[in-house]
């Protein structure tokens, strides 16, 4: 989730800004474009040369630097910043950025920044519980930004208490939480799931053997990642989750009418649901009869509902799934480019752990251009996080412009 991620981290005067370079580190090597604005204070407990060599992005500091550089930074460091992380927060940064102050660049991107705000205080036990501390905080929670409380143990001072930075990984952790939920924030996704019902007769169907637990998982991924979510959801036992928009079809036809329904108005759709390419051409209207020793029913095609979205996609994100038994590359190439898909997820339904009615799978993503992922076999809930995250990266393409040579 952290892939790709602009993290600007704020660094106080606190001495565990040594334990942020870790954080940094992590960061980068996750994938993330770390940029670090440091008070003057912290550059005497590490160098902002460390970070810039971490980072491998020049460190801000001060307010009023060098014009070439770029002249207003607060303003480009806030619109550059998925999320912002100030570490260790000191009570005096806490103090001023529960009042507004804004006298450093650091104070003053705060001010300018309106996404996601994770702040791990880090001071002597005395200090952070002073009730003054404790109402800055309180201040700063009813804003919406998010506070990583400090661990307890032996601090700088030479007391034990509450008051340690937590460790790099757990600050990682923290941050990796706020992006898996909000990557999709904003957005809307369609998720198909189950399999179709192709009536014989009012008793009995053609059917298949989905479930409907990728597609449901998918639709949980969705909405962990913070988007809105419509599950449209052939046969299946499973009970539908919470916090999105349910519908109940049972045949490709009226699978078709519902996706077709919300395909305006959605950023991307992801068709899992297992559709049955044919239906019988006139169902009984009676139960049939047992009477000759065989029957034969006349099926007709069934409208390719992933193919139609490929014909009408605007500016959505459209992925598909291949069930195969064989040539599954090649297949699923076939589909990629007959629906005009931005990915495909091809499983071989025949594989042992994958496929239909159990609840891992193993399956790759092939792109358009021919590039393949091959993921080994996890839990649907798993691939769903991996489908979901190659959505979200889609969606979120148009990445924001950090005006600034970094060579200067
Ligand atoms: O539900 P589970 O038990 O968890 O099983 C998961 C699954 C095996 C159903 C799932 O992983 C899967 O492979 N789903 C796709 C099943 C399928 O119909 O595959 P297909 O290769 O026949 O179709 C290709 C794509 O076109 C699919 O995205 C399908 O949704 C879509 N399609 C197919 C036929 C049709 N008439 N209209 C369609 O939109």
Redo the contacts with the bound molecule.
Sequence with gaps: MIDKKNILIGVTGGIAAYKVVEVASRLKKSGANVRVMMTSAATEFVSPRTFQEITGNAVFVEMFGDAAHFHVAHIALADFADMVLIAPATANFLAKAAHGIADDLLTTTILAFDREILIAPSMNTKMFENPATQANLEILKSRGMKILEPATGNLACGISGKGRLPEPVDICAAIEKIFTGTVLSGKKILV????TVEAIDPVRYIG????????FEIAKAALSAGAEVILISGK?ELAPPKNLKFVKTES?IEM?EAVLKDFDSVDAVI???????YRVKNPAAQKIKKSAETLTLELVK??????E?GNLKKSQVLV?????TQNILE??NK?LVE?NLDF??A?D?TAEGA????ST?I?SIIWRGGEVENFPKMS?AELAEKIIERVADLLNKDKKFFPMNDNQ
């Design positions: 198909t799931a189950g399999g298949n053997r989905s479930s409907g637990r990728m597609g299946s490709a078709r068709m899992s649901a297992a559709v049955a390419d069934n409208p390719d509902i992933l193919k979205l598909g799934f291949a069930a195969e297949y699923a589909k629906k495909i997820v499983n339904v496929g239909f009615n159990v799978n399956a649907k």
